[in-house]
């Protein structure tokens, strides 16, 4: 089993940055693959990052790459999402979601929406 907890959504300006962060609570044996996803209303469920936890391997979907960063901090217990240049087409409820992979290859960001935990969101708000 994994829990997740998200923290640190709210509003920014458009071009402002917020991080996400998300506690990650492992009490299954295996390697874990974290990553981020969010919907806003009327769109489909859209991956934006992944990490692979044993080895800090990330993806990204091309919507966001060169803009957010996925990273975990050194006891592997915390998931971050910094996202910078934000645009208003980022505004979404943001899920840290995870679900264990024993293939690095297999920890990709098409993934993300389907995995098996899910946290319960927080959102962003980006005002143009």
């Known amino acids: 089993q994994v829990q997740l907890q998200e923290s640190g959504g709210g509003s920014v300006q458009s071009g402002g940055s917020l991080r996400l962060s998300c506690a990650v609570s492992?009490?299954?044996?295996?390697?874990?693959?974290v990553g981020w996803f969010r919907q806003a209303p009327g769109k489909e469920r859209e991956g934006v990052a992944a990490?692979?936890?044993?080895?800090?391997?990330?993806d990204y979907s091309d919507s966001v790459k060169g803009r957010f960063t996925i990273s975990q901090d050194n006891a592997g217990n915390t998931v971050y999402l910094q996202m910078d240049s934000l645009k208003p087409e980022d505004a979404a409820m943001y899920y840290c979601?995870?679900?264990?992979?024993?293939?690095?290859?297999?920890?990709?960001?098409?993934?993300?929406?389907?995995?098996?935990?899910w946290g319960q969101g927080t959102q962003v708000t980006v005002s143009a």
């Open positions: 979601a995870a679900d264990l992979y024993a293939i690095p290859a297999a920890c990709t960001v098409v993934r993300v929406r389907e995995f098996g935990y």
């Open positions: 492992q009490y299954t044996l295996g390697s874990l693959c």
């Open positions: 990490i692979y936890k044993p080895n800090a391997n990330t």
